[in-house]
């Protein structure tokens, strides 16, 4: 079974960091395009960021560059998302999503449940 | 960036009903548009790729139609399991953007 599971949320006051994972299962990790997207309490969805599948591509929402940074690791099947200096307006269930792709444009085909980020004092 | 407008915010249907969401981009993307389907406390699914292909498994009630800024996702026979909200979704640019949603009620 594909399998997308976050995990890494919780509560953290503003100016605080938090590191988000995802665990990876069922299919070839190595060879999609993971992203991640959040959605703020009673909002819609917000892209945040998506790293190609040997890390030499990375594209963030340019609202968020420098703050917070994709990775993965393909030996582990795992992604991860660090996000430093957080504010309140970052609270939000951030997902984490496999893209397939249709010549050269990526979509996204599995979605995990989420990992609840609360920045607050 | 590329905005992407839903309409409308939210409908309220009968089961059996046609029902049609819109989404217009605010320039052409070509048919790189895609629908997903979000129940509360769920992560969203993907219901269409490429402005008209269902993905393996979505109930054939669903389908997608348009081309460069003008989309439509239509479920022929709105059944219960189908209250939920609508997004759309393109993947014309790197910088991915999505609508604002479109809550599906029963009347």
């Known amino acids: 079974e594909v399998k997308l599971v976050e995990s890494g949320g919780g509560l953290v006051k503003p100016g605080g960091s938090l590191r988000l994972s995802c665990a990876a299962s069922?299919?070839?990790?190595?060879?999609?395009?993971m992203n991640w997207v959040r959605q703020a309490p009673g909002k819609g969805l917000e892209w945040v960021s998506s790293?190609?599948?040997?890390?030499?591509?990375?594209y963030s929402l340019d609202s968020l560059k420098g703050r917070f940074t994709i990775s993965r690791d393909n030996t582990k099947e795992s992604l991860d998302l660090q996000m430093n200096s957080l504010r309140a307006e970052d609270t939000a269930v951030y997902f984490c999503?496999?893209?397939?792709?249709?010549?050269?444009?990526?979509?996204?085909?599995?979605w995990g449940k989420g990992t609840t980020v609360t920045v607050s004092s | 960036d590329i905005q992407l407008t839903q309409s409308p915010s939210t409908l309220s249907a009968s089961v059996g009903d046609r029902v049609t969401i819109t989404c217009r981009a605010s320039?052409?993307?070509?048919?790189?548009l895609a629908w997903y389907q979000q129940k509360p406390g769920k992560g969203p699914k993907l219901l269409i790729y490429?402005?008209?292909s269902l993905e393996s498994g979505v109930p054939s009630r669903f389908s997608g139609s348009g081309s460069g800024t003008e989309f439509t996702l239509t479920i022929t026979s709105l059944q219960p399991d189908d209250i939920a909200t609508y997004y759309c979704?393109?993947?014309?640019?790197?910088?991915?953007?999505f609508g604002q949603g479109t809550k599906v009620e029963i009347k």
């Open positions: 999503a496999r893209s397939e792709s249709a010549g050269g444009h990526y979509y996204m085909d599995v």
């Open positions: 790293i190609s599948t040997t890390n030499a591509y990375v």
């Open positions: 979704q393109q993947y014309d640019s790197y910088s991915l953007t």
């Open positions: 490429k402005a008209s």
């Open positions: 069922g299919f070839t990790f190595s060879l999609y395009t």
């Open positions: 320039q052409s993307i070509s048919s790189w």
